[in-house]
């Protein structure tokens, strides 16, 4: 599978992106999906998730209340809306599908778990 990210660019404190995550090459209907940044400098964080229905969806503390993961399966896509943004939240957004060989219990905030990458896209927040 491949993923292709968009959406990132340059924006002021306070503004808002949505970020897309297209997949193509197989379906991701059967993966929770992911959403990680990597600010320069720094390890690769874990920011949202999905399940596959997209009944359940899970966050990084500092962007509870601000960013919402949502899919649409029909499109074979994922979306990372941000409000609020912060010039801490400048980094590489990276999407990611879960592989279903792990179980939910082993969460969803783990890099490991997550099999295919896309390229990234860069997201800065001027302040």
């Known amino acids: 599978v491949q993923l292709q990210a968009s959406g990132g660019g340059l924006v002021q404190a306070g503004g808002s992106l949505r970020l897309s995550c297209a997949a193509s090459?197989?379906?991701?209907?059967?993966?929770?999906m992911g959403w990680f940044r990597q600010a320069p400098g720094k390890e690769r964080d874990f920011v949202a998730a999905?399940?596959?229905?997209?009944?359940?969806?899970y966050y990084t503390d500092s962007v509870k209340g601000r960013f919402t993961i949502s899919r649409d399966n029909a499109k074979n896509t994922v979306y990372l809306q941000m409000n609020s943004l912060k010039p801490e939240d400048t980094a590489v957004y990276y999407c990611?599908?879960?592989?279903?060989?792990?179980?939910?219990?082993?969460?969803?905030?783990?890099?490991?778990?997550?099999?295919?990458w896309g390229q990234g896209t860069l997201v800065t927040v001027s302040s």
């Open positions: 990611a599908v879960r592989s279903t060989y792990y179980s939910s219990s082993y969460g969803y905030t783990g890099a490991r778990y997550y099999g295919y």
């Open positions: 090459g197989r379906t991701i209907n059967s993966n929770s």
């Open positions: 999905i399940t596959r229905s997209g009944g359940s969806t």
